[in-house]
């Protein structure tokens, strides 16, 4: 339990955060599974506008704290790198 007046204002916003970050950590872990299934179901347009939305959404968390830029850029390149055999697959 809080003792001070700062510990529970503390308290306070670490539960607003935690509501925002786990609202788009979720998200962007949807748009990464979406992008994910239909590379490998080798849907090839689909699967290119996905993974631009699920970079989007990497950038967009990373930005905002969420995941840390190392996080989302690691994840960005895994993903590309799926996107671009398949590319290599459909040619």
């Avoid at 990464?32 to 290119?48: M, P, R, T």
């Avoid at 989302?72 to 040619?91: E, F, N, V, Y």
């Amino acid at each position: 339990m809080a003792n001070t007046h700062a510990a529970e204002k503390a308290i306070r916003q670490s539960a607003r955060r935690r509501v925002r970050n786990r609202v788009i950590r979720s998200t962007t872990r949807t748009d990464v599974k979406n992008a994910n299934a239909l590379i490998a179901a080798g849907d090839l347009a689909a699967s290119e506008k996905a993974t631009l939305e699920a970079i989007s959404a990497l950038d967009r968390s990373a930005r905002k704290g969420v995941i840390k830029r190392n996080n989302a850029a690691r994840r960005k390149s895994r993903l590309m790198k799926k996107l671009s055999q398949l590319r290599a697959a459909k040619k």
